[in-house]
């Protein structure tokens, strides 16, 4: 057998306790062998964590992982002007290598922020994939269709490439890509489509992800059309099961978060894509108390503009205070939780927390630093003053995939500069 031995650090636990203890890690199964302070055994690799915190990886439950090529290229526009004038016109012409220097640019940036496993909808998902694979990360991905605007043959061509892509790589790199069918939305996709869609995709064990109730401006038109909230033509549709999630959630009603939570659908709380496009502050709290399996998710980087998951758990606690009008609301054990074993749960894929027998996805975050001391509450610290450049090693699936702060499965240096060139070229193509 194979080991990794993480030494000298402390240890963050499921029940949210730190306690002093290494961490033993078989790296054929990518499991946590033993966690504890007199493991009696020696290790093939030690990874040095003196000084830090070693916590579960983090789940970034909702992007667009290619859109780190568009990031600061459209700001300040609201959601629908943003995505037709600005990015929608611009991803068209993106080529399928375009996508591969985008993931692999956006995947250097979540291994260096201590993400180990995502959920991405995108096109090009081949391309998604072959980068996932290369850099050791974990994910569920999808191919993302639009219908709108489109003619019927078109609309069921796109739905069958989601198909395709579900079907195929579930299971690739290894077993850490999982797939979904991803329908973009309830108003950019149509009503046949959907109802289809979801059902052949459940036949088939499929989990179904698309956003939802992001904007008024979205979820308006379905109140007049069907004289129901989104989320009960959602449930109409099947789209509401415990494999399912959806982005956003921002406006939900009560009745809708009822839905949500006896249903066991997952929501992807994304609060800096809601705050930059104005599209509102999701009732986080009122989800949690209700129940609802809620996780977190930085959109795409256009959006954001960072995949930092430590930037997006901060924004997660601020805006769901504003939101409840209570500075006791979404506490730090909360956003924690959410940005972990909440994503990990929403999105269905293994991790989330520290356990004997559960996968070794690992962030290791250095807390020697001024921002960090005094290191009175480690939860709060990695909460409210931690940033993703605090994260010293990060490990998925037993591999280590930075070391020191050194990238180990992509060059990064070179991942830089090849999304620089393909910026510059895309730039004088549209
Ligand atoms: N097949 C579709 C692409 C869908 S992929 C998913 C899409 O979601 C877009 N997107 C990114 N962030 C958001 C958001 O916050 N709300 C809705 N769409 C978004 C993203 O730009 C991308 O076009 C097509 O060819 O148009
Ligand atoms: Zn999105």
């Known amino acids: ?54 916590m579960p990886g983090l789940v970034n439950a909702h992007c667009h992982v290619s859109m780190t090529l568009l990031r600061g290229y459209a700001d300040d526009k609201p959601l629908d002007a943003w995505l037709q004038e600005d990015i929608w016109p611009t991803e068209a012409a993106l080529t399928p290598e375009d996508v591969r220097v985008g993931a692999e640019l ?63 790589f579930d299971g690739a790199a290894d077993g850490r890509i999982r797939t979904a069918v991803m329908p973009h939305s309830l108003t950019t996709v149509d009503e046949e489509y959907l109802r289809e869609a979801t059902a052949e995709a459940h036949d088939e064990g499929i989990p179904v992800h698309y956003h939802a109730n992001e904007t008024t401006n ?45 249903a066991g659908t997952g929501v992807v709380h994304c609060p800096a894509s809601n705050m930059k496009l104005a599209s509102g502050m999701a009732p986080v709290q009122d989800m949690l108390d209700a129940g609802v399996t809620v996780g977190i998710g930085t959109d795409g980087a256009a959006s954001n503009n960072d995949l930092d998951m430590f930037d997006e758990m901060r924004d997660a606690a601020m805006i769901g205070k504003l939101a409840a009008d209570d500075a006791s609301a979404v506490a730090a054990p909360d956003v924690l939780d959410m940005a972990t074993a909440g994503s990990a749960d929403a999105i269905g894929l293994p991790g989330g927390t520290l ?58 240096s070179a991942v830089v500069d090849r999304a620089r060139s393909t910026v510059d070229a895309l730039h004088e193509r549209v």
């Open 355 to 412: 356990e004997v027998g559960g996968v070794a996805d690992i962030a290791v975050v250095d807390f020697d630093a001024p921002h960090l001391t005094p290191a009175t509450n480690l939860v709060s610290h990695l909460v409210y003053a931690a940033r993703g450049s605090d994260v010293r090693h990060t490990i998925c699936d037993g591999q280590v995939l930075m070391r020191d702060r050194e990238v180990l499965t992509l060059d990064e």
């Open 218 to 262: 979205e979820v308006d038109p379905i109140v007049e059309e069907r004289d129901e909230r989104p989320l009960a033509y959602a449930q109409d549709l099947g789209m509401l099961t415990d494999a399912d999630f959806v982005a956003h959630g921002v406006h939900v009603d009560d009745e809708e978060i009822s839905l949500l939570a006896d």
């Open 1 to 54: 057998m194979d080991t990794l031995r993480i030494t000298d650090g402390r240890v963050l636990r499921p029940d949210g306790t730190v306690e002093d203890a290494d961490v033993l890690v078989d790296r054929d199964e990518g499991t946590i062998l033993d966690i504890g302070s007199d493991i009696d055994a020696e290790a093939d690799e030690a990874l040095d964590a003196d000084g830090c915190l070693v």
């Open 106 to 168: 956006g995947l250097v940036e979540m291994i260096k922020s201590g993400t180990t496993g995502f959920a991405d909808m995108y096109f090009h998902v081949p391309e998604v994939v072959a980068a996932i694979e290369e850099a050791g990360i974990r994910a569920r991905v999808g191919h993302g269709v639009v219908t709108i605007g489109k003619d019927e043959e078109d609309a069921w061509d796109d739905i069958e490439e989601s198909f395709d892509v579900a079907r195929e």
